[in-house]
């Protein structure tokens, strides 16, 4: 059974920094992604940043390029957040996807994913 844990929200100023931090284990796999989403109050959940875990490759939404990155070691994957913004407080879910390989990051495709819990991000003005 795929497990993923996200861990590192919390309460933020704009213009600061957080790290969140996905941890998945239980699965094999050669290569995989692994999606960052979020869901802010009364908001669909949006697909934020994805990693491909054999070249590295990464994909971000617009709202963030520049200011997040996306990063993997082992069975981990980061989310570095810098110059939050208040529109950036949601629910943030890593979710591990085996059949998709970030390609839902660019066209419309379904995927099947193993989602964590979630972390709330919360940034203050």
């Known amino acids: ?10 309460l933020v100023q704009a213009g600061g920094s957080l ?3 996905c941890a998945a284990s239980g699965f094999t796999a050669d290569d995989y992604a692994v999606g ?13 940043s994805c990693i491909t875990t054999k070249f590295g490759i990464t994909h ?3 709202s963030v390029k520049g200011r997040f990155t996306v990063s993997s070691a082992k069975n981990m ?6 110059n939050l913004k208040p529109e950036d407080t949601a629910i943030y879910y890593c979710a591990v996807i ?10 419309p495709t379904s995927f099947t994913a193993s989602w964590g819990r979630g972390t709330q991000v919360t940034v203050s003005s």
């Open 19 to 21: 790290r969140l931090s």
């Open 1 to 10: 059974e795929v497990q993923v844990v996200e861990s590192g929200g919390g």
């Open 98 to 107: 085996l059949d998709n390989l970030c390609l839902y990051m660019i066209e």
């Open 77 to 82: 994957v980061y989310l570095q957040m810098n």
């Open 36 to 48: 960052w989403f979020r869901q802010a109050p009364g908001e669909e959940r949006e697909g934020v």
């Open 60 to 62: 971000y939404a617009d």
